[in-house]
């Protein structure tokens, strides 16, 4: 534990030949409202609930080649924002969008869930599309595991069912580098508010 104030540290060596060294700091915030950060790389997270739209169709082809309708399940996508509010049973997506600024490899992102939130998807593994990357579901985060991130802007998501009535809070999804921890970034903290369905 480091009290406040100056301090120094100092490095000695005995005897001949080079000296190697590494620092780095971990310290809590005890902040209301954790806000975003990072400078290499970015992630920011957004919580959408799915509402279905009703009446969805698609032309698809029947057993003698003839047009058929079929109803399709289809969502519209409406942001929750900050102290937003759930009903329990309502379907979440959240999307982590990711910005980096270099080309890099082996990356982790976790997301700590929202103690009410529980994940659709119960098995863990490689999603599909770009970028590929492994999604781990544990009890209290999801984890993305990219062996590869290319500079740019990018973006992941899964869903979660709301179940639990309460007032919850998400803490910030963070990401960093495996084998250098000192790249790393978090997104805001979300608060949410899940009420009994009526």
């Known amino acids: 534990a480091v009290t406040g104030g100056k301090h120094t540290i100092e490095v000695r060596r ?6 190697y060294f590494n620092t780095w700091l971990s310290y809590f915030t005890t902040e209301d409202f954790i806000t975003k950060a990072g400078l290499e790389i970015k992630v920011q997270r957004k919580y959408y609930r799915l509402v279905r ?19 399709r399940l289809v969502y519209d996508r409406q ?5 937003g ?7 979440v997506e959240i999307e982590l969008e990711i910005e980096s600024k ?20 119960r098995q863990s593994g490689y ?3 770009y970028p590929s990357v492994y999604r781990q579901l544990r009890d209290d985060r999801v984890a993305f595991f990219f062996r590869t991130l290319a500079r740019g802007k990018h973006s992941i998501s899964y869903r ?39």
């Not at 698809?60 to 003839?66: D, K, M, S």
């Not at 509010?85 to 379907?91: A, V």
């Not at 270099?102 to 998807?121: R, S, T």
């Open 53 to 71: 739209r009703q009446g969805a169709t698609a032309d698809v082809p029947g057993g003698r080649g003839q047009a058929l309708k079929q109803s």
């Open 127 to 129: 999603t599909g599309g």
């Open 102 to 121: 270099n080309d890099y490899e082996y990356l982790v992102f976790e997301d700590p869930k929202a103690a009410g939130l529980e994940p659709v998807d």
């Open 14 to 19: 005995r005897g001949k030949g080079p000296v």
């Open 160 to 198: 979660m069912r709301a179940e639990i009535p309460g007032r919850f809070s998400a803490l910030p999804t963070r990401g960093s580098a495996m084998y250098a921890p000192e790249l790393k970034a978090n997104s805001d903290e979300i608060r949410l508010g899940i009420v009994d369905k009526r």
């Open 85 to 91: 509010k759930l009903t329990s049973g309502d379907l």
């Open 79 to 83: 942001e929750v924002a900050d102290l």
